[in-house]
């Protein structure tokens, strides 16, 4: 049986990674040359030009470093390398939660440190051609290092307090664990920017004058209590563009970029901004939460099945099942699972954000945000002739496009 298993997990490494290739072969075929009528008056001939190259540079770097992480993953199951792991840590402590913290961690910063050499090449090469890149190499290697702890102790202390309360509640550990990643999850909804972002960025107040005064303006008309909007420093790292909005209750805030700040008039960023003010209406925030929290429910509830199963650790070549080897082998089995689900979010979210552009277009300007949009994508250099097929997969929002034409009926409306 175990050997069955091992194979359906090869093949389903295989097989998802030889679909991501196509998809990405799809684009491809939708590369031109010369300027699209569809994008005249978005992009210019030189724009076009580059972004096409943009989209040429991230495709073959793409393939390099997604073949090189494919062939490392494979290998790891090919020749029982998560065996390996595990000896290294039982070698090291009985203890079953040391064990797993040390088995991930092996592993997890292994991974990093191979996959820095594509990271460091992606930002300083890549990015540094086209224009986008900020990011010093101190401020590089201060994020590696913020990243691995952070992930360390929170990671870290939610795997042990998991496995802390199966080893005292067995094949029920499920719902206690449900519980306690779904408290956590409310808390960093609500907190993360408070919490998390300071370590990576500054978040300054935004001062008062024009933009604050019309922000709070559109708010008031709309019935939404704003009291936080904060502008973050993403030019430290980039010259790209963001605004988003996070928290819950009286937690929540409208964070900008700088970037934005600099790119956009003040019509424009209240455009940005009442369409994130949309999702919020619309109780997109909550919708994705509760979504979150029963899919996590699902899976820990499978899992507590599968997780003293022999078949599956004997797939990965570990004789004794054990918590951690369970979560691998479960991990790449949910994958097609996790893929169905996937399409369905990404389904879900382009619906979720027509909603959120209707509510900007019909209470602020959908000249405005159609402006807004299409500055974004051209300083972004974005893709805006996707193929159809990779849009249904993988994308979250519609596309540029489809978007403009979207607003258009509202235009003409007003």
Do not use: C
Not at 138 to 164: N, R
Not at 263 to 270: A, C, F, G, M, Y
Not at 278 to 288: A, C, D, P, S, W
């Amino acid at each position: 049986m175990y050997g069955i298993l091992f194979w359906i997990i090869i093949a389903i490494i295989v097989l998802d990674f030889l679909f991501e290739k196509y998809l990405d072969y799809l684009n491809t075929t939708r590369w031109s040359t010369t300027l699209p009528n569809e994008v005249k008056g978005i992009y210019d001939e030189e724009k076009y030009k580059k972004q096409q190259a943009y989209q040429r540079e991230n495709h073959r770097f793409g393939i390099l470093s997604s073949s090189f992480s494919f062939a490392v993953t494979l290998a790891m199951f090919l020749f029982y390398g998560f065996a390996l792991v595990d000896g290294w840590a039982w070698r090291i402590t009985s203890n079953e939660i040391l064990a797993a913290l040390l088995f991930f961690g092996i592993i997890m910063f292994a991974s990093d440190i191979i996959s820095t050499p594509f990271s460091v090449y992606d930002t300083f090469v890549i990015e540094e051609k086209f224009g986008f890149n900020k990011t010093t190499p101190k401020t590089f290697v201060l994020d590696k290092i913020k990243g691995w702890l952070v992930g360390g102790l929170i990671g870290g202390g939610l795997l042990a307090l998991i496995i802390f309360i199966y080893s005292k509640t067995g094949d029920m550990f499920w719902i206690y664990a449900w519980i306690i990643i779904s408290a956590f999850s409310i808390f960093m909804a609500m907190f993360y920017s408070n919490l998390i972002v300071p370590l990576f960025n500054k978040q300054t107040p935004l001062e008062e004058g024009e933009l604050r005064n019309a922000i709070k303006n559109f708010a008031n008309k709309v019935g939404f209590k704003l009291d936080n909007i904060y502008v973050i420093n993403g030019s430290k790292r980039s010259t790209k563009a963001n605004a988003y909005f996070t928290g819950l209750g009286t937690k929540k805030r409208i964070v900008l970029y700088d970037t934005l700040i600099n790119d956009l008039t003040v019509d424009e960023i209240v455009a940005v901004l009442a369409h994130e003010i949309g999702h919020n209406k619309n109780h997109h925030v909550i919708q994705g939460l509760i979504l979150s929290l029963i899919q996590t429910g699902v899976v820990l509830f499978v899992f507590s099945l599968l997780i003293n199963n022999q078949a599956l650790s004997k797939a990965l070549g570990v004789e004794q099942p054990n918590f951690h080897i369970g979560l691998v082998a479960f991990g790449i089995l949910y994958t097609p699972v996790s893929f169905v689900l996937g399409v369905f979010m990404n389904m879900l979210s382009r619906k979720n954000e027509y909603q959120a552009d209707e509510f900007a277009a019909v209470n602020f300007k959908p000249e405005a945000l159609a402006s807004a949009l299409k500055k974004l994508s051209v300083t972004s250099l974005s893709n805006l002739t996707p193929h159809k097929a990779y849009v249904f997969f993988h994308y979250s929002h519609p596309t540029l496009l489809q978007r403009l034409a979207f607003l258009k009926k509202f235009e003409k409306e007003g």
